[in-house]
């Protein structure tokens, strides 16, 4: 069932055309009563539901993002050493094939340009809205510039890119069945997600797909019990506190001899 889109402010019912139109999200004249939707007020575009929690929505400006941008520890970060900014000569390109963004615009802020690949409406359209309030903002607009959202199939996307265009690096940071209910029940982001977008099932078809594409490097994270991909062992694994990075190198794939 396609999650519609309600305009809670009259003085943006054109912006809210214009999201409806590129995302193909139904556009409705009244607030709906149950269910979760997609709603547009003064300040942002939030996904809300009835009783369950609070609103959702993408944020680069304030909170984690701002605190992650002023004090988050630079190339030090585990993201940036994942996919290999740390001590780094040139800064790698990235393509987020799950992009849900925070991640993204962490390598942003760090150099990086990063092509965020979104298959769903409902996350494409919130990450759209953020980019387009961190273009407008004074402390985030060059970080914004560095970041292309695509709203597309990445499985789909990564196999038409020409030799010219590929990444460096694809980032993979897919949902899976979450089994841990306290977990799910803390993360109301996650759960709001789960609920509208569902689990990524088609992991292996996008690993395999990340691989012909990137240059240098695939990383996938994940919760840091949680089950690798299976079907391709990683090359190397960095482990953190609550999640861990899954890293396939090319090289080294491609030097390993046929099974």
């Known amino acids: 069932m396609t999650t519609p889109l309600y305009c809670a402010e009259a003085a943006r019912r054109d912006y809210a055309q214009r999201l409806a139109e590129r995302f193909q999200l139904p556009l409705l004249s009244r607030r709906p009563t149950d269910g979760y939707w997609l709603e ?10 009835t009783g369950k929690h609070g609103a959702v929505y993408a944020e680069f400006v304030e909170g984690a993002a701002r605190h992650r941008r002023e004090q ?8 940036a050493k994942a996919i290999g900014l740390k001590g780094a000569k040139e800064i790698p390109s990235v393509v987020d094939a799950t992009a849900l963004g925070r991640d993204s615009f962490v390598l942003a802020s760090l150099g990086c340009h990063v092509t965020l690949v979104e298959r769903s409406p409902v996350a494409a359209a919130l990450l759209f809205d953020a980019l387009d309030r961190a273009s407008s903002h004074t402390d985030t607009a060059d970080i914004a510039a560095r970041m292309v959202l695509v709203h597309a199939n990445a499985i789909d996307w990564l196999a038409t890119l020409a030799e010219a ?7 993979v940071d897919p949902m899976f069945p979450d089994t841990d209910k306290k977990s799910a029940a803390a993360k109301k982001d996650m759960q709001a997600f789960q609920q509208v977008i569902g689990d990524d099932l088609d992991t292996l078809a996008l690993l395999s797909a990340a691989l012909a594409a990137a240059r240098r490097r695939v990383v996938v994270k994940r919760p840091r019990l949680g089950p690798a991909i299976a079907g391709i062992a990683p ?7 609550s999640t861990r990075f899954d890293l396939y190198s090319i090289k080294a794939l491609n030097s390993s001899p046929a099974a």
């Open 165 to 171: 265009d590929k990444p460096d690096v694809v980032l």
């Open 40 to 49: 547009l007020g003064a300040e942002r575009l939030e996904l809300v539901t």
């Open 72 to 79: 988050g520890g630079g190339r030090g970060q585990p993201v």
């Open 235 to 241: 090359s190397a694994v960095l482990d953190g506190k």
